[in-house]
């Protein structure tokens, strides 16, 4: 794993393969770990960048005293491709980390070639019922009182579906924990408020990735962004829930390689 200092903070990346830059951005609870079906497979064609977020492992969250949001994540991911890639990027990020690079194609669509969001999470877009942050604040709560395992058991399941977490392999679990601190953060931080308009006027084109039996609210958000990004495919992989990636590798990775070739 790689290392580079921006804006004073120590970032952890993997870096393998050759070809046009693909970022991976990851989600809630993960790392760089998360991308490990894909990491191998998708760096035959491309040159994998697969970041730690800031406050996520192998370093760690203090809420006593670090700023954990959106934000601050979407300024990160600008600055590393800016400073550390140096050229615009396929970018591909899952759940919230589908939402920060959402927010990039937004703000800055000139650093993103092709835009790939794995059902996207922590946003709001007119037609959706309003969300709740309960079940994260209460995961929160949990993780304070040190009873992680049940407080990572809560958030899983809501974001998953029921029993994930029981099912879930060792090293899921092992990440999981490392970064279990983080959703105090989370559970404290805004979610991105975009109007149909704002949708309407991302340019890039973009692959928009839902697990089949995914819970609410993932299906109504990839359904209402294909509705409103202008150059976009939806694809569902079927038999997966919102760990599609790993659920079904084969089929994330060829739909992944197929569209960038496009």
């Known amino acids: 794993m790689k290392n580079v200092v921006l804006d004073q903070y120590n970032f952890h990346y993997i870096n393998k393969g050759t070809g046009i830059p693909l970022l991976l951005i990851h989600g809630s609870l993960c790392d760089s770990r998360y991308w490990k079906k894909q990491i191998d497979a998708l760096s035959m064609t491309n040159e994998i ?4 977020l800031r406050h996520y492992w192998p370093n760690s969250f203090n809420p006593t005293s670090s700023e954990f949001s959106m934000s601050q994540h979407t300024s990160d991911v600008v600055r590393f491709i800016k400073e550390v890639i140096k050229k615009p990027v396929n970018i591909l990020g899952h ?3 589908a939402t920060i690079s959402l927010n990039i194609a937004l703000a800055m669509p000139e650093l993103i070639n092709k ?3 794995a059902d996207p999470g922590g946003l709001m877009i007119p037609g959706m019922n309003e969300q709740r942050n309960n079940f994260k604040i209460h995961a929160a709560d949990i993780i304070r009182q040190n009873n992680i395992d049940y407080g990572l058991e809560l958030f899983i399941d809501k974001v998953s579906g029921y029993g994930t977490w ?3 392999v060792h090293w899921f679990k092992e990440m999981a924990r490392d970064n279990a601190y983080t959703i105090i953060g989370q559970s404290e931080e805004k979610m991105l408020l975009l109007t149909n308009n704002e949708i ?3 340019t890039v084109p973009t692959l928009l990735i839902g697990g089949e039996i ?3 609210p993932y299906p109504i958000i990839i359904d209402l962004l294909h509705k409103f990004i202008p150059r976009s495919k939806k694809v569902i992989v079927n038999g997966s829930s919102h760990g599609m990636n790993l659920g079904n590798p084969l089929f994330f990775n060829k739909t992944v390689s197929d569209f960038i070739c496009i």
């Open 166 to 168: 029981r099912k879930m």
């Open 49 to 52: 960048f697969a970041l730690c």
């Open 214 to 216: 995914s819970p609410e």
């Open 200 to 202: 309407k006027n991302i």
């Open 95 to 97: 759940s919230r980390g």
């Open 115 to 117: 835009l790939i969001l």
